[in-house]
């Protein structure tokens, strides 16, 4: 990332659908882009481009471009926004700006780029912002990008495991299977994974440490049938501010079809603050079953638990 990143042009509309056009300032408040169409209490407040992305189109297919074509708000240059994640920040002087989505549905022919060549970069190299704290940019400002880590944390609760009786395969196998999940997203991940007994005391702690760092996701496995130390359910139920039982119901049901005793399970999923957390029993084929469940919405429960309800 260049260290001499910074603001190529500032571009507003006064109407929606309508090519934005180069001013020598922007004033942002919580709302976005004063006087600009798209400003409102949304998650598309910004609209960002490469500089250098826009000079590669223009030379590829041999169009003149003027600021504002594509209907960005800010030009930027120095910075590979194709990197750039949701939820990353960035910083203009005053104003901080929060990635919010990648990219969009491109016009079409209402697009004036997209009518002319029959392509666009919006759709794919695209970003849009939510303000954070307001206040002026103009060409020239510097800008620094802060990337913002996406946190997991995995807990095996298992008395044997953590005596070192046998080695954990469950807490492994949901970190071979996010990893996975997470390869070629534009995410930053951090991955943590630790063995605990089946301990409700020292569960709780984790999980409140968990909430109070940032943690994004929990994962927890074992302890979540019907056994004298099986205390992970209650204990995780017990910290949430909400639950969202339809997940784990779900799961239960599908592979309960089959398998009788998945029915047994009392797994839970919920939310504590912006983490969430989900637990699973604490054998690998049932790591693997409940993975391939609950990755089909965590990406969208991430983001809703920041205000974000992108469809």
């Known amino acids: 990332m260049s260290k001499n990143a910074e603001v190529v042009s500032v571009n ?49 297919v041999a169009i003149q471009l003027s600021p504002g074509d594509f209907g960005e708000n800010i030009a930027l240059r120095g910075i ?117 007994p089946d301990d409700a005391k020292r569960l709780r702690t984790e999980l409140v440490a968990a909430a109070d760092e940032g943690v994004d996701v929990v994962f927890t496995t074992g302890g979540t049938g019907v056994g004298p130390r099986d205390i992970t359910p209650e204990t995780v139920a017990d910290l949430c501010d909400k639950l969202i039982p339809g997940i784990m119901e779900a799961i239960r049901v599908k592979f309960g079809v089959q398998n009788p005793n998945a029915l047994l399970t009392r797994g839970v999923t919920g939310v504590r603050e912006q983490t969430l957390i989900y637990t699973l029993p604490g054998s690998v084929r049932a790591v693997e079953e409940y993975m391939g469940e609950i990755l089909l919405t965590m990406e969208h429960l991430i983001l809703m638990l920041h205000g974000l309800d992108v469809h």
């Open 80 to 196: 590979d926004l194709t990197t750039v994640a949701v939820l990353d920040r960035l910083n203009i002087g005053e104003v901080e700006l929060e990635v919010t989505q990648i990219g969009k549905e491109c016009h079409g022919d209402t697009c004036a780029i997209y009518r002319q060549v029959g392509t666009c970069i919006m759709p794919t190299e695209g970003l849009f912002c939510r303000v954070v704290q307001g206040g002026t940019i103009q060409p020239g400002d510097a800008v620094r990008y802060l990337p913002r880590p996406l946190k997991f944390r995995i807990i095996t609760l298992s008395d044997r495991a953590f005596a070192g009786e046998y080695a954990d395969r469950s807490g492994p196998r949901v970190r071979e299977l996010l990893e996975a999940f997470l390869e070629g997203k534009r995410f930053h991940p951090r991955i943590e994974q630790i063995v605990l």
């Open 12 to 60: 507003i509309s006064a109407e929606k659908g309508t090519v934005k056009r180069p001013v020598p300032e922007i004033r942002l408040d919580e709302r976005g882009i004063i006087g600009d169409a798209h400003a409102g209490a949304w998650h598309r407040q910004v609209s960002l481009l490469s500089q250098d992305s826009i000079d590669r189109f223009a030379a590829e």
